[in-house]
């Protein structure tokens, strides 16, 4: 397709076994009979009806009342329930003085896991069930898989891959559908495709994966002309597909494609689908339509904070900071809670519109949401009073900011270079430079603020 589709080059992989080493199985069925008085028991039939930790911390004592409490099938029950909560340190004391442990109960709790703790805590565990030599079924690695992805850990990803092929898995849908969105989260995508396309058979989720997997990396243009190839193929794109390759729309600006997807999501019945309409009010206003993205703002009959967000970002990038701050004031007045990109955008159209009473509004707002630890919203604080002429304020930001970044100091410098406080712009750099903190390609571009040509030269010779 194009010259970044590269040949996998994996390191000595190994051998693809003829026949699966025979491993005991241990099953439910197999090893018990479960008595009928067990099965109907009313604290059985409630743990059936389970759904949430609080209705289950109620079910427990009346499990320990009756002495039901190590009957396997509420041991299996609660070991599952505890994992689906991520409690799994109940989980894990009810499954340690089993005896007789049986698979199931493993790949419960490597599920668990896999969700809801750290990636060297699952593979520990992976490695016990290796050691205890329970049989891996295919879902083991695709939790696995799905973790080191998450984690951009390559070097496990491929361990774990290699563990696929030797376990037999390496021709099975679910796991290389794993396997190639473990690539990608960790931006290997020549090998992510190189995977995929030596997989015999391929339905819509593996299409979606790789699709994504180009969007993400950068590669837009290839998404596309996936989709292209996967209609050709048979597979008719779905929400997933759509809400993955809107963003590689935004991503190149290409309009006229965003709005025959948006005819095509139409046609599918899709646009009711709140992710797809945020993804599609999303890529209207990256690429300058805030009009047609307000459209299906104001037609989506549920709208979650990312919608909000959009929106109000949309206005503030087509220079609307005055309909941002609209927007930010109907999303309070209808009680939907900001996030930090929410503050972020919000700070942006104040300082556009140098309104410093609204910007202390959000710095307030920033304070009762407790956003004053994220360094990013931060930064925005400092932008927002140095451009509404409160470089004093800023400088406080500024000073009592933790784990300031090169941004951080950009912003400041920027700032005070706004403000013609030269003399403090100068001193803000040679605090940089005494912190080994290297100026970027903004920082140099600022010296234009400053007038003192000379004496920022001689500065700058020191970097």
């Known amino acids: 397709m194009s010259s970044h589709l590269l040949p996998f080059t994996a390191t000595s992989p190994p051998q693809i076994p003829t026949k699966a080493s025979p491993l005991p199985q241990h099953t439910l ?18 743990l059936e009806l389970c759904t949430s930790p609080k209705e289950l911390n109620q079910i427990i004592p009346q499990i320990i009342k009756n002495g039901l409490y190590n009957e396997t099938l509420f041991q299996t029950k609660l ?7 991520g409690n799994l340190t109940e989980a894990s004391r009810v499954f340690e003085p089993i ?4 698979d199931a109960l493993y790949h419960t709790m490597l599920k668990g896991y896999a969700k809801s703790s750290s990636l060297d805590s699952a593979l520990s565990f992976f490695s016990r069930m290796k050691h205890d030599s329970v049989r891996p079924v295919v879902y083991n690695f695709t939790y696995l898989l799905k973790l080191c992805g998450d984690n951009s850990d390559l070097k496990r990803g491929k361990e774990i891959h290699g563990s696929v092929i030797t376990s037999g898995f390496s021709w099975n849908l679910f796991a290389m559908t794993g396997v190639v969105n473990m690539y990608s989260k960790c931006r290997q995508i020549n090998d992510a495709y190189n995977m995929f396309d030596r997989m015999p058979e391929r339905d819509l989720v593996c299409w979606n994966t790789i699709i994504s997997g180009y969007a993400q990396n950068g590669f837009a243009k290839v998404a596309l002309m996936l989709v292209l190839r996967m209609s050709e193929e048979g597979h008719r794109p ?38 797809v309409s945020t993804a599609l009010l999303d890529m209207y206003s990256k690429c300058g339509s805030v009009k047609f993205a307000r459209v299906i703002f104001d037609g989506m009959d549920h709208r979650t904070v990312v919608s909000w967000n959009s929106m109000i970002d949309g206005y503030a990038q087509s220079g609307d900071a005055e ?18 990109v929410t503050v972020m955008g919000a700070l942006r159209a104040c300082a556009d519109l140098g309104d410093l009473e609204r910007g202390k509004f959000v710095h307030k707002l920033v304070d009762q949401l407790k956003l004053d630890s994220d360094v990013s919203v931060m930064n925005s604080l400092i932008s927002m009073y140095s451009k509404c002429k409160r470089v004093d304020i800023a400088a406080d930001v500024f000073k009592n900011l933790q784990n300031k970044t090169p941004v951080s100091w950009n912003a400041m410098i920027l700032g005070y270079a706004q403000n013609g406080c030269v003399n403090e712009a100068l001193n803000a750099f040679c605090e940089m430079h005494s912190r080994n ?4 390609s903004f920082t140099m571009s600022y010296r234009l603020h400053v007038r003192q040509s000379g004496s920022m030269d001689l500065l700058f010779e020191g970097f």
């Open 437 to 440: 903190i290297k100026p970027d």
């Open 238 to 275: 779905d929400s997933i597909t759509i809400v993955s390759i809107l963003p590689a729309v935004a991503d190149i600006g290409l309009l006229r494609i965003g709005m025959a997807v948006h005819g095509y999501v139409l046609r599918a019945g899709f646009e009711p689908l709140v992710n």
């Open 99 to 102: 005896e007789d442990k049986f």
């Open 323 to 340: 309909g941002a701050m609209l927007i930010f004031q109907k999303m309070l007045d209808e009680g939907v809670q900001p996030t930090n």
């Open 79 to 85: 070991i599952s329930l505890f994992c689906k909560y």
């Open 29 to 46: 069925s197999q090893r018990t009979h479960i008595p009928s008085h067990i099965y109907k028991h009313p604290a059985a039939i409630l």
